[in-house]
């Protein structure tokens, strides 16, 4: 059985959250590959310190960071790829040409798995829709083409419960809850369309929290959260079944390669 996975994201630290604890399960796997494309260098993100990257140099110290970040993990893609696309326009890159991007690496791989963005971008963020929508066309495209891989889409998912708990927790903390009609505010999906949730231990949301700083520049709500709650809200990788089809009800997978055996 092959376990070939590529992952198609947008921004640096997108990745390490959509997929790292399920990397480190299958690191050392002989069937495992993984390949991993960005579509921006995310140039146009925080900075968290000044000392750390200019408004010119942040899209490469960017990539930098994520290149570290799987060097901390311990395991790194076997093939990445950056398509430096502008960050935070990629909704106005000529959609044809994004997908084109994408199938050009897809149609060399022929993944058993393809895991994206879905249709709320989980944060709302255009990138993150965009990214997720030229995949799908790309998956969609290269499967009926019939010349193997392509049996399984997934995208990238928060259940609302857990939502409902960073909420709890940012009460708790005097913060105001995540607003999902608002723009890098979580939405999540209804708990009963989620049809994939893998489950890791501490040891593994250790080596994710410590991948997740070396993006050292995106300072982000991990870094103010207490460690328990980082380590908890690493522990599970959840997506939507986008293909194929799966409906509410329907056994709920544990694993990005479970039952393709
Ligand atoms: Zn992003």
Redesign the pocket.
């Known amino acids: 059985m092959s376990k070939r996975l590529a992952v198609v994201?947008?921004?640096p630290?997108?990745d390490t959250y959509a997929c790292a604890a399920t990397v480190v399960r299958h690191a050392d796997d002989p069937s495992f590959r993984f390949v991993l494309a960005h579509a921006t260098s995310?140039e146009a993100g925080e900075i968290s310190d000044p000392t750390l990257a200019t408004r010119e140099t942040l899209g490469a110290v960017r990539e930098e960071e994520d290149r570290r970040s799987w060097v901390t993990l311990g395991r790194e893609p076997d093939r990445h790829e950056w398509f430096r696309y502008p960050d935070g326009s990629l909704s106005h890159v000529p959609f044809e040409d994004l997908v084109r991007r994408i199938e050009g690496v897809l149609a060399d791989e022929r993944p058993d798995v393809v895991l994206t963005f879905g249709l709320d971008g989980i944060?709302g963020?255009p990138?993150?829709i965009t990214c997720g929508a030229a995949t799908t066309v790309a998956f969609h495209r290269l499967r009926q083409s019939g010349a193997g891989g392509f049996s399984r889409l997934i995208w990238g998912a928060v259940p609302q419960r857990t939502v409902d708990q960073w909420n709890a927790w940012r009460e708790e903390m005097g913060e105001e809850a995540f607003d999902p009609t608002r723009m890098y505010h979580p939405r999540g999906v209804p708990d009963e369309t989620i049809g994939f949730e893998a489950e890791f231990d501490l040891v593994v949301a250790r080596r994710v929290v410590a991948s997740l700083r070396e993006h050292l520049t995106q300072a982000g709500d991990l870094d103010t959260m207490p460690e328990e709650q980082r380590i908890e809200s690493v522990r599970r990788e959840r997506g939507v079944l986008a293909w194929p089809v799966w409906r509410p009800g329907d056994r709920v997978l544990t694993d990005l390669f479970d039952g393709l055996d």
């Open positions: 994201v947008a921004h630290d997108d995310g944060t963020h990138d993150h």
